[in-house]
């Protein structure tokens, strides 16, 4: 198992928030620090243009390549540059004519200087060998007269402090707000998380709160948020299901206790009596004979009951297969033929179908129905069998008796174990009460249902439907 609390929804969610914002942070931060680095160049391009005209300026108002650094000294337009910006003029055949310091910057960094009519707009990035980066570009310039020759103007521009300095410090706090962004949302992620995930706290706690004598306790749906709403649904139907099974499995075992106390204890009664003075064999004979029958009858509950049991919890193997019912009540009369001559009853069976059943379990719901209507049915009267189709096409077997009918409060649970109309009487012993919760365990097997209808003036119909 992993340990408890390795990476929880929580840490999950906080750690996705802090992988999305650094995504987003480290986009954003490139972006601005391009857009700077952009405007910065744009700013010291344009410096330089300027700087360019300025100086072309100055040279138109001399007439001579002499008097140029004699002007430029003069003229504070163009020399009182910050020193971060160097001006160089050369003439026609390469001799220098100003330069405002000593930075000697190449020639050949410079690209294609500007016709003199032209603002510069070949700039070029040189980084001497100590480090320092300058952009520079160069034009072309006119002397007052216009007979002269042009001039070359090189312009340069110290970027280090203005540009690669302050850059390196906007990148530096970018990457300081990019980390403190992260570790702010992963924060906040898992505050969010932890917010969001307290509802399925609280119903863990309310599952926690549910025990064996709660389980009719159920978890409230109303206030579930809608994604867990679906898994409280499903935890209150289990329960529902659990609360079922378990209220089954409590009144089994009550009723049960209930059913053998009676039989036990009117053996051990009249075991007491026999034992309380010295008997002739023939009565310690005649003892055991009874007890011998008693022990029968609650054998037979016994496995009953672990029957119904099988059902209920559907662990039965259902061996379907196609059985013709009207044969198959044949086999079963000719067990009762005996029976029902001694007792003076008819048999009427009528039609014929075949149903898709387990035999053994449909001749066994068709016997308790059967050995019930014997019971009820007075000599000289007649018990139907009735196979056929209802409306809806579903088959159906009829067992109906005349007799007397089942007081109407007693037909819905009629089928319920060991329960009986006449309680009092039927301790004849012969009969436990579980006939009919059988042949409703084994419809139930079958999906299929079994039904009673008993009123007064009419046959007592029980009836086996399948689907
Ligand atoms: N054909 C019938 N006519 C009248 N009452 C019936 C009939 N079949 C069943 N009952 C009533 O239903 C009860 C339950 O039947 P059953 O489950 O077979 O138990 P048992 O036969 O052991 O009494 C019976 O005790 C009886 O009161
Ligand atoms: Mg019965």
């Not at 009528?350 to 379990?361: F, H, P, Q, T, Y």
């Amino acid at each position: 198992m992993m340990p408890r609390g390795w990476l929880s929804i929580t840490a999950r969610l906080s750690l996705a928030f802090a992988m999305v914002s650094v995504t987003l942070f480290t986009g954003v931060a490139v972006y601005l620090y391009r857009a700077l680095d952009q405007q910065l160049m744009q700013r010291h391009m344009d410096e330089l243009a300027t700087k360019v005209v300025l100086v072309r300026h100055t040279l138109e108002e001399i007439a001579s390549a002499t008097d140029v650094a004699d002007a430029m000294l003069r003229s504070p337009n163009t020399v009182s540059a910050p020193d971060r910006l160097h001006v160089r003029l050369l003439g026609v055949d390469g001799q220098l004519l100003f330069a405002s310091d000593l930075v000697p910057i190449p020639t050949e960094v410079l690209g294609s200087p500007a016709p003199v009519a032209e603002v510069p707009s070949d700039f070029r990035v040189w980084k001497n060998a100590t480090g320092d980066r300058y952009l520079a570009t160069s034009a072309y310039a006119r002397l007052g007269k216009p007979s002269m020759q042009p001039l070359l103007i090189s312009v340069a521009l110290d970027v280090r402090e203005e540009h690669d300095v302050l850059l390196s410090r906007f990148g530096a706090r970018l990457m300081l707000a990019v980390v403190s962004g992260t570790t702010l949302a992963a924060l906040l992620g898992w505050l969010v998380a932890a917010r969001g995930l307290r509802s399925v706290r609280r119903i863990a706690a309310a599952a926690a709160r549910i025990t064996s004598d709660r389980l009719h306790k159920r978890l409230d749906e109303r206030t579930a948020p809608a994604e867990l709403a679906d898994l409280v649904h499903a935890f209150n139907e289990m329960l529902a299901r659990l609360e079922e099974s378990f209220s089954y499995l409590e009144d089994f075992s009550s009723d049960l206790a209930h059913e053998l106390r009676t039989p036990i204890n009117n053996l051990m009664g009249q075991a007491e009596v026999t034992l309380a003075e010295a008997r002739r064999p023939e009565e310690y004979q005649l003892l055991l004979e009874s007890n011998m029958e008693e022990y029968g009858r609650l054998s037979r509950m016994i496995s009953d009951m672990l029957f119904i049991a099988k059902v209920g919890r559907y662990q039965m193997p259902l061996n379907r297969e196609d059985v013709n019912v009207r044969s198959a009540i044949e086999k079963i009369l000719a067990f009762f033929d005996a029976l029902l001559e001694e007792r003076g009853i008819e048999v009427a069976l009528r039609g014929e179908l075949i149903v898709s059943a387990d035999r053994i379990l449909l001749q066994r719901a068709i016997t308790n129905l059967l050995s019930n209507a014997v019971r009820y049915t007075q000599r000289g009267e007649s018990i139907g069998l009735v196979i056929f189709r209802e409306g809806d096409g579903r088959a159906t077997i009829e067992v109906n008796n005349p007799g007397p009918p089942i007081p109407p409060e007693h037909l819905p649970r009629i089928f319920d174990r060991f329960y009986r109309v006449d309680r009092a009487r039927s301790h004849s012993y012969e009969n436990s009460g579980l006939g009919l919760a059988i042949v409703k365990s084994i419809m139930r097997l079958h999906d299929g249902a079994a039904t009673v209808s008993s009123v007064p003036g009419d046959l007592t119909r029980f009836r086996l439907t399948f689907p």
